[in-house]
């Protein structure tokens, strides 16, 4: 028998989600729920894989004869958890309502369409939760509801704003502010232009002056050697 602390741990699906009582030849003796991924080990006792990988971390015995149990020699018994996946099951949802059954092998895609399914509003900051068929009367009154505009202006609306939008004069504000910031942008290009264009003609200015000087210092240049040259001849005819 399986201990007790093993056995809370269940691995298996619990036996009250089904329609009609589990053969006993379905339960797993570890957790005592309907097997999951059902494994045969050597001995040829089988159990929920999960269970099995559970209780050989504490002791390498079969659960129901002792004998030593080898983890190489575990294998999944694919035909009866092709079984197991036919047989009905009630939605987990019954308390809430659902009335509807269905094999266990679609109990995920049950899940994803049952109008009792608890489902969180998705509107960011809603913290509701209700029923999946209560979702879209709820999402139409949720305070924190925010969508874009139908029109396709892109501005966000809230139930209190809907109303009151007009997209002609929202797209009109939108305009004449992008125009004013063009305004401006232009008005700073152009002051940037007249800094750069008076930095220009200043430094135009500069290199005008320092070719003047550098004429001049030239001129001084040839004068002296001019003046050199000829009293050096005055002195040899003498």
């Not at 290199?207 to 002296?224: H, K, P, R, T, Y």
Request: with cysteine; hydrophobic share 30%; aromatic share 6%.
């Amino acid at each position: 028998m399986a201990s007790p602390e093993l056995a809370t741990q269940s691995g298996g699906y619990d036996v009250e989600l089904f329609v009609d009582p589990p053969d006993y030849e379905l339960i797993c003796s570890i957790c005592q729920g309907v097997l999951r991924c059902p494994v045969r080990t050597a001995c040829h006792h089988i159990f929920c894989k999960k269970c099995i990988l559970q209780w050989l971390k504490r002791q390498e015995t079969c659960p129901c004869c002792r004998k030593p149990v080898n983890h190489n020699l575990i294998f999944i018994i694919f035909k009866l958890k092709k079984s197991i996946g036919r047989l009905k099951i009630k939605c987990k949802n019954e308390i809430c309502g659902c009335t509807d059954t269905f094999p266990l092998s679609e109990q995920f895609s049950h899940s994803l369409c049952c109008q009792f399914e608890l489902i969180q509003c998705p509107n960011q900051g809603c913290r509701a939760q209700l029923l999946r068929r209560d979702l879209d009367t709820h999402t139409r009154l949720c305070e924190h509801w925010r969508q874009p505009c139908r029109m396709g202006c892109g501005t966000i609306l809230s139930h209190s704003t809907e109303a009151q939008h007009n997209c002609y004069q929202q797209l009109k504000q939108e305009y004449e502010a992008r125009q004013r910031n063009h305004r401006a942008i232009a008005t700073a290009l152009q002051r940037k232009m007249k800094r750069m264009q008076s930095t220009m003609a200043h430094v135009k200015r500069q290199i005008g002056l320092i070719c003047e000087s550098l004429d001049v210092i030239d001129g001084l240049q040839e004068a002296e050697e001019s003046s050199g040259c000829s009293s050096g001849s005055s002195s040899v005819v003498l």
